[in-house]
């Protein structure tokens, strides 16, 4: 394994957090409505979400990118590795999210494997105290561009073991 992998994971701890924040607006529901094409009243309908909901919700897809961005930031902020990919991202809804609250995404480092280079995280995302969503998330920290060169077939970027 490279010296760069296992110098990089160092520098992260089992229970070091970290958090994101952002207001969930009207503009946000609407383009994400707009790239996955999901125009259900709940989100754009006011009358009809008031109806039902109370007022209008955040598509419930639209977290997990909050906490992809919680784990980007936080990865490449205190490892800046060779490179990183995203292996499974878990999440249960529990609460709404409703247009105009403001989430707060916290990823955790719950374990670290540097042999494998894998780095878990537990997920919550809350509207103050409200817990509206928790999961876990394992990120896979990848070998420098040089190893691949070195690997012979192994090289391939897809069997980045």
Avoid: W
Wanted: aromatic share 6%; hydrophobic share 35%; charged share 25%.
């Amino acid at each position: 394994m490279s010296d760069q992998v296992v110098e990089a994971m160092g520098r992260l701890t089992v229970g070091e957090s970290y958090t994101v924040r952002k207001t969930i607006s009207e503009s946000d529901v609407y383009l994400y409505a707009g790239i996955v094409g999901d125009f259900h009243p709940n989100h754009v309908d006011e009358e009809y979400a008031v109806k039902h909901l109370g007022r209008r919700v955040a598509h419930g897809a639209l977290l997990p990118g909050f906490v992809s961005r919680a784990t980007v930031d936080m990865i490449g902020e205190r490892l800046n590795p060779p490179g990183y990919a995203a292996q499974e991202f878990r999440l249960k809804m529990i609460s709404p999210v409703f247009i105009g609250d403001t989430i707060n995404t916290t990823v955790t480092v719950s374990g670290l494997d540097p042999e494998r280079r894998k780095v878990v995280m537990t997920t919550e995302i809350r509207v103050g105290d409200r817990l509206c969503a928790v999961g876990d998330t394992t990120v896979k920290i990848l070998r420098p561009v040089e190893e691949y060169a070195s690997a012979g077939s192994e090289g391939r970027v897809g069997s980045n073991r």
